[in-house]
């Protein structure tokens, strides 16, 4: 945020956009579709970003054409989610590295 000119003061006063654009920019997805599957594991109670943020990635990346494999995780967080996936990607990873299919969970339900 510092490198295009946001501050903690600044932030949320700019509605307009001008400042955070660059910054928006920066973080955007040049595209949803996909080659290669994608798994995507957030904590239900995540903050950073928010979980429902993330299952609206889910689904636009599905209606994009990508296909997604979607988890979220009861009760955890940001950082906790990392070590609860590992159940989930992990598999996800042999079956993509071994060419096998992989079942699209656009909508995730709470785990």
Do not use: R
Not at 34 to 58: N, R, S, W, Y
Not at 71 to 89: F, I, P
């Amino acid at each position: 945020m510092v490198g295009v000119g946001l501050t903690p003061a600044n932030a949320k006063k700019d509605y307009q956009g001008s400042q955070l654009a660059a910054w928006q920019k920066q973080v955007s997805y040049p595209t949803l579709k996909t080659a290669q599957p994608v798994f995507i594991g957030t904590g239900a109670e995540d903050k950073t970003p928010a979980a429902a943020t993330q299952v609206a990635l889910m689904q636009d990346a599905c209606k994009a054409g990508s296909v997604v494999e979607g988890h979220l995780y009861k009760g955890l967080g940001h950082s906790e989610t990392v070590n609860a996936s590992l159940k989930d990607s992990v598999p996800f990873a042999h079956k993509v590295i071994n060419g096998q299919a992989i079942t699209p969970v656009c909508n995730p339900s709470v785990q």
